[in-house]
């Protein structure tokens, strides 16, 4: 008993210490908003306010652009060979600046506040278009993201969506299975529509069985959509039964 009492009032210590190195941090260098650099919050409310949240009920489920329910104008409506696309919001008011910082300027502690924007988005939309992305989360097998370039990983010293999708998965208790690997290093940035496209068809390989299996699949930014088309369809080749995709922001 003593020595378990001396365990628990040490870690108690440790915790203390921890805290109070926190405290001492966040006074030299306050915590400031990726969006808006206000002192207080990671991302503040005000920029949360500001997000341009796309409506799961009038969203396109083949490309996640804002109005494409009926008749997408983005989108050919087969971005997604096996599975539907959901988007959180516009990249624009404070979310580009915000995943910039998390992507570029290293601030990794966005991480799981990023991954918990994300699951809101898609409870959100399996509760009010139940039609359109129902099951989405709740009947996933496992959790799977787009992986980053070798080059990009060398430049950040980490790959941005294995981060969110471990927080992802460990808030919404579902497996992360990193299933996929990326050939290339060009930074599609640099790239126009018709490379982009030329360039996504093959440059994924499936690197664990996912025969059978429901998937979602986490991204940051859509924007021609040639990126999660190709990443879904090498994991449709592989046997996964369906392909969902999941991002933070769509283009348009
Ligand atoms: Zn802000
Ligand atoms: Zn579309």
């Not at 005000?46 to 949240?53: I, S, W």
């Not at 539907?84 to 919001?89: F, I, K, P, W």
């Not at 278009?129 to 799977?144: E, F, H, I, K």
Request: hydrophobic letters at 45%; a negative charge.
């Amino acid at each position: 008993m003593f020595g378990v009492k001396g365990i628990s009032s040490t870690s108690r210590g440790a915790q203390i210490l921890a805290h109070a190195g926190e405290l001492v941090l966040e006074v030299l260098s306050p915590t400031r908003c990726a969006g808006c650099e206000r002192a207080g919050a990671l991302i503040c409310e005000r920029c949360l306010d500001a997000l341009e949240l796309i409506d799961p009920k009038q969203s396109c489920c083949s490309c996640g652009a804002p109005f494409g329910a009926l008749q997408c104008t983005e989108c050919t409506g087969e971005v997604l060979p096996c599975g539907r696309c959901l988007a959180m919001a516009g990249f624009s008011g404070p979310l580009p600046r915000i995943i910039r910082a998390y992507k570029d300027a290293g601030e990794r502690r966005l991480a799981p506040e990023l991954a918990e924007l994300m699951l809101a988005c898609v409870e959100h939309a399996e509760c009010v278009a139940p039609d359109r992305y129902g099951g989405m989360l709740t009947q996933a097998d496992a959790v799977s993201f787009v992986p980053a370039t070798a080059a990009a990983f060398r430049r950040r010293g980490f790959d941005h969506m294995e981060q969110i999708a471990q927080a992802f998965c460990a808030l919404a208790g579902v497996p992360l299975l990193d299933a996929l690997a990326k050939h290339g290093s060009y930074d599609q940035r640099a790239l126009g529509r018709a490379s982009r496209q030329a360039y996504a068809q093959g440059a994924y390989e499936v690197v664990t069985p996912v025969a059978g299996m429901h998937l979602l699949l986490l991204d940051d930014v859509i924007t021609t959509g040639a990126t999660i088309s190709a990443a879904a369809g090498a994991l449709g080749n592989a046997g996964a039964a369906t392909v969902d995709a999941l991002a933070l922001a769509r283009v348009w």
